[in-house]
C-alpha cells in the first residue's frame, strides 16, 4: 500500500472494510475453516465468533441446514483450490421463503504460489431471479398465445363446415318419410354435434384471451361472473373429471374495474391449486362467492379443503414456494396472481380465519349498475 492509499484509508482495519460491504463475505484457510464472516453473512455476534475455526458441514448440522448446501459448497471451494475462481448458483431456505445467491471462491496465494487462504463471496439473486422466471413465464404465456392463435384459425374453419353441413342434415332429416321417432333421435344425435362445435370454438377462442399478456395500463369495467364463466369452460372437464362441485354466488350486474385477462389467470390459478389439493378428498366442492360492504368488494374463492397450515400460509405468496411435488410447480402461481390482482388496485391474500381453506381477493372499484343480457350461475 503506498503513502496515498494510506492516507485516504487511515487505520481501517480489514474487519472494517469487509463488515462495510454489503455482501455475504468469508475467510477461508485451505482446509475450508472459517478465518473470518462479515457482519452481512451472520449477523449474530455469537454464531460469527462460534464459527471460526468451524466448516459448513458443522454449520449446516448446528442449525438443522440442509447438509446439501455444505456439500455445494465444498465443491465449489475445492475448484477454487484446484483450479482457481469458481462461481456457484445456490437455493437457501430463508425467513422469506426460498432464496437464490450466487457465491464465488476466489483463492489468494502466498509467495510460493502456494493458497494462502480464500475469500468467498455471496450475493443474493432472489431478485434476478425471479424477474427471470417472470419473463419464461411471459414467454410461455406468449408462445401459448400464438399456438392458440394458430389452433384457433386451423380448427375454426373445419368446425364452420361441420357446423353448416350438420344444420343442413338437421333439415334433411325433418324431409325424410321414416317414423317421428327416428327422426327425433337421428335430429338431437345431429344436434349434439353442432353443439360439440360451438363449444369446442369457443374454448379455442378463451384459450386464446387467457393466455396473452395483460395490459395493466389500460383497465376496464368487465362482467365478474362472464369472466368466472370462461375461467370454469378451461378447467370444467377436470372438474368433471375429479367429481368437484362448482357452486357460483356472483350477481350478474356486478362489475370489476379490471383487466379480464389477469383476472381470469388468476381465477385459473386458484381452480387449479383446488383442483390438484381436493383429489384425495371425499367431499369435494368450490364456492366463487362475492361480499361488498359499500366500499369494499370481496371475491371469496372456496375449496372444500380444510384450510392450509400456519407454517405453509404465511409463505405461499412468496416467489419459489411451492409444496407440490417437484416438476409438478414452480412456487410462481400465487407470487405472480398476487402481483397482478395489486397491479389492478385490489389484494390478494389468504384467509387464516376460515374453516375451509379460502383465499380473497379485495377491490374497490366495481359496479353493481351493469345488466347483463344473459345470464348464468351454473356450470
Known sequence: MNKKEEALLGNLSYR???NAIPADIAVFDPNHKYL???KNAVKDDMIREWIIGKDDFDYCRKFNKPISIAESRRSIFNEAIN???GTLEEKVPGKQGEQYHLRHMVPIYDENNEVRFVIGYGVDITSIKQTQLDLEEAKRLSVVGEFAAGIAHEVNNPLAVILAKSQLLQLQVLQLSIPDNSKTRIYQTIDTINKTCLFTSELIRN???FSSKADFEHLEYISLLKTIGIALKLSGKRCE???IKIIIDVPPELTLLCNEVALGQVFMNLLTNSIDALKDLSDKWIKIETKTDGKILKICFTDSGKGIPDGISTRILQPFFTTKEPGSGTGLGLSISSKSVTKMGGKL?????SINTQFIIEFKSFELGYELK??????
Open 374 to 379: 344473459k345470464t348464468n350461475n351454473s356450470y
Open 349 to 353: 391474500y389468504y384467509n387464516r380465519k
Open 83 to 85: 483450479n482457481g475462481p
Open 16 to 18: 472494517e472494510i469487509l
Open 241 to 243: 373429471n375429479e367429481n
Open 36 to 38: 473470518f464472516v462479515n
Open 207 to 209: 384459450l386464446k384471451s
